[in-house]
């Protein structure tokens, strides 16, 4: 009975630390999911140390390629993975709560907001920075992938690239196409190792 209390007390500071620091990452971050992903990967891998890389690229991954807006699938998965049903919950809200409230109040003073001048600008230079944390998103992940020293991963993260950038194939297909490629590799790899056995 001591020992539930003890893990259940153990729960809860993380659930308060996984709100907070959703809800912190929510309301500072513009520019879509892969900014808000860089932001938890910072947060929950770098800093925490709640996640390995390998979880980091998963989650990354099964975000994007899932429907829905990639902030709540990576929040779902990063709740999931650190606190179980009560941190998906917390991690959801924490991060659906700051573009809620925003959103609402923009939506009230939309006149004046997209005629004003400022606004105009803060946004170019928003873009700007979205930009530049996309591209670190873009590196670290790539890092990741190359760590994992296979050629086939090197040689599917750069055909995947070609596919979205030169041949503006849409990115649908190129999930499809990556998840295929890696059922094909675990089943060659099981026959494989099968065969020695």
Avoid at 21 to 48: A, E, P, Q, W
Avoid at 89 to 95: F, H, R
Avoid at 129 to 149: E, F, H, P, R, W
Avoid at 178 to 193: N, T, Y
Wanted: contains cysteine; aromatic residues 12%.
């Amino acid at each position: 009975m001591e020992e539930k209390r003890q893990e259940e007390g153990k729960v809860q500071p993380k659930l308060i630390v996984l709100f907070l620091n959703t809800l912190y990452i929510s309301t500072f971050t513009f520019g879509g999911g892969f900014v808000i992903v860089s932001f938890m990967k910072k947060i929950f891998m770098d800093k925490l140390k709640w996640l390995t890389e390998q979880e980091m690229l998963d989650i990354t991954a099964i975000a994007e390629s899932s429907p829905g807006p990639i902030a709540v699938n990576a929040a779902i998965q990063v709740g999931w993975h650190t606190g179980g049903f009560p941190g998906m919950i917390t991690a959801v809200l924490g991060t659906i709560i700051p573009p809620m409230v925003i959103i609402t109040v923009i939506s009230f003073f939309y006149e004046a907001f997209s005629k004003n001048p400022y606004v105009a600008l803060f946004l170019k230079g928003m873009q700007a920075a979205v930009a530049a944390i996309i591209l670190d998103v873009v590196l670290s992940l790539g890092k990741g992938v190359v760590k994992q020293k296979s050629a086939v991963y090197d040689i599917l993260m750069a055909a995947a690239f070609v596919c979205a950038f030169f041949l503006k194939i849409n990115v649908v297909f190129i999930i499809i196409g990556a998840i295929l490629a890696g059922v094909i590799l675990l089943l060659f790899q099981k026959r494989k190792e099968g065969k020695e056995a």
